[in-house]
């Protein structure tokens, strides 16, 4: 008898858990003695439903609502309930940097002012009373920053270059943004230091309220880092002997800001094999290794239950 936890995602819009269940049901028709257990674990959808058990801990998706400004209402009222809030997302199609997100947080418009800089300036500052009460989080599954050529801003998901990209408010609220960012404490005999804000990792993501949440005092953190914690990664394969993971692209361009090598990472820590399920791999023999991978099965036609038991006829013997 042997347990193996199936884990992952299909896409940040895709509800991982009944996937999860046909791949778990696939595998036990083959392997009866077999205990299986499912863990969602990536972005969008996958971490809500991860962290769906947390209570005190209000989880908002830009997976499940795409209007910053209605996220930023959320979070405000997330903190005003006693909870921790965490916004999650990534690289956007469309962002504006932080502002609309700024504007539901703060609960001040940006159409009551008709000056940009006295509006952003109280925005800030009814902002920080608000977070004033507790611990608030920006969960990223995208690490790029909100400035700079490689930028959310500057890009599209695609990485094509942004054809609205306007250079003179990208301009004013990165002046903005730098005025409003607090110094880390110095090391003994060294002056304080300033980090931009908007080009830390992470604060480009959730339309760049990343950046917004960092300024306010609030800690970014990998989506993988965060579930990591928060679901007890650690206990959960110190109890198993097999892992599955489903990750939709095996590209190794995909995978670099993926949350596969967070479970990669803490499978090799148990010395524990690693399946990985997709619809499509471009990956070699040698590049599987660097990923922590020791098979892969793919199908493009998502029969997730045939590809349970492919994985009981290998790995469960």
């Not at 299986?36 to 809500?48: D, E, H, I, N």
């Not at 703060?106 to 159409?111: C, V, Y």
């Amino acid at each position: 008898m042997g347990r193996v936890l199936i884990s992952g995602h299909w896409g940040g819009d895709r509800n991982p858990l009944p996937i999860l269940d046909l791949l778990a049901r696939g595998f036990q028709s083959l392997a009866p003695t077999w205990q299986t257990q499912c863990a969602p674990f990536g972005p969008g959808r996958a971490f809500v439903e991860a962290m769906r058990s947390h209570a005190g801990i209000a989880v908002l998706s830009t997976a499940e609502e795409a209007d910053l400004r209605v996220l930023g209402a959320r979070y405000r009222d997330a903190i005003l309930a006693g909870k921790t809030p965490v916004l999650e997302g990534g690289h956007l199609a469309h962002t504006d940097g932080g502002v609309a997100f700024l504007e539901g947080l703060s609960g001040l418009s940006r159409a009551d002012y008709s000056d940009f800089d006295r509006w952003f300036f109280s925005a800030i500052e009814q902002s920080r009373v608000l977070c004033r009460r507790g611990d608030f989080y920006a969960a990223f599954s995208s690490a790029r920053p909100l400035f700079g050529p490689s930028s959310t801003l500057a890009l599209n998901p695609d990485l094509s270059l942004r054809s609205d990209a306007d250079a003179d408010f990208n301009r004013q609220w990165m002046r903005l943004l730098h005025q409003v960012a607090q110094p880390y404490l110095p090391l003994q005999g060294q002056p304080a230091s300033l980090v931009e804000p908007g080009r830390i990792a992470g604060s480009g993501a959730s339309g760049g309220a990343g950046a917004v949440i960092s300024v306010l005092g609030g800690r970014l953190i990998s989506d993988g880092d965060f579930l990591a914690y928060h679901t007890h990664l650690q206990s959960l394969l110190a109890e198993v002997d097999l892992v599955i993971i489903l990750e939709p692209e095996l590209h190794s361009p995909l995978l670099a800001e993926s949350t596969l090598p967070t479970l990669t990472e803490a499978a090799a820590h148990f010395a524990l094999p690693v399946l990985a399920v997709a619809r499509s791999s471009s990956l070699s023999a040698h590049e599987r290794a660097e990923w922590g991978i020791h098979g892969v099965l793919t199908d493009e036609n998502e029969d997730f239950e045939a590809l349970g038991q492919r994985a009981a006829r290998t790995w469960a013997n």
